[in-house]
C-alpha cells in the first residue's frame, strides 16, 4: 500500500531544532512534489514548505523563511524538514504531502507528527 509517514516530531523548548523526515513506501518520490504543511491549535493547515520534482527548488513560508529548509533524498526515498531556532508559534501537527507531477498518478498525505514548542 503506498503511503506516506511522517516521524521526528516531539517536546522543544523555544530556539531549539527538530528533524521531521517523510518515508515513503509503495512508490518512489522521483517524480512527486512534495511539501509540508502545518496546522496550528484552531488555525486552517497551511503549507510551510514545498520542493520540486527534483528537490533541487523549494520553497518556504515567510513565517519560517531562514528558520527551515526542506530537502529530499530521492536514494533513501525520504523529504526531510529542518526546522531551527523554533517559536512556540511553530506549535502544530506537520503532515507531509506528496502529489505526483502528472496530476493523477498519486496523491499522499501522512496521519502527521506534533510538534510542541514550550518551555
Known amino acids: 500500500q503506498a503511503q506516506v509517514v511522517e516521524s521526528g516530531g516531539g517536546l522543544v523548548q523555544p530556539g531549539g531544532s527538530l528533524r521531521l523526515s517523510c518515508a515513503a513506501s509503495?512508490?518512489?518520490?522521483?517524480?512527486?512534489?512534495v511539501s509540508w504543511w502545518r496546522q496550528r491549535p484552531g488555525k486552517e493547515r497551511e503549507m510551510v514548505a514545498g520542493?520540486?520534482?527534483?528537490?533541487?527548488?523549494?520553497i518556504h513560508a515567510d513565517a519560517v523563511q531562514g528558520r527551515f529548509f526542506a530537502s529530499k533524498d530521492d536514494e533513501k526515498n525520504i523529504v526531510c524538514l529542518q526546522m531551527t531556532n523554533l517559536k512556540p508559534e511553530d506549535t502544530a501537527v506537520y503532515y507531509c504531502?506528496?502529489?505526483?507531477?502528472?496530476?493523477?498518478?498519486?496523491?499522499?498525505w501522512g496521519q502527521g507528527t506534533q510538534v510542541t514548542v514550550s518551555s
Open positions: 520542493l520540486s520534482v527534483s528537490g533541487d527548488v523549494a
Open positions: 509503495g512508490f518512489t518520490l522521483t517524480r512527486y512534489l
Open positions: 504531502h506528496a502529489e505526483a507531477s502528472d496530476g493523477y498518478s498519486g496523491d499522499y
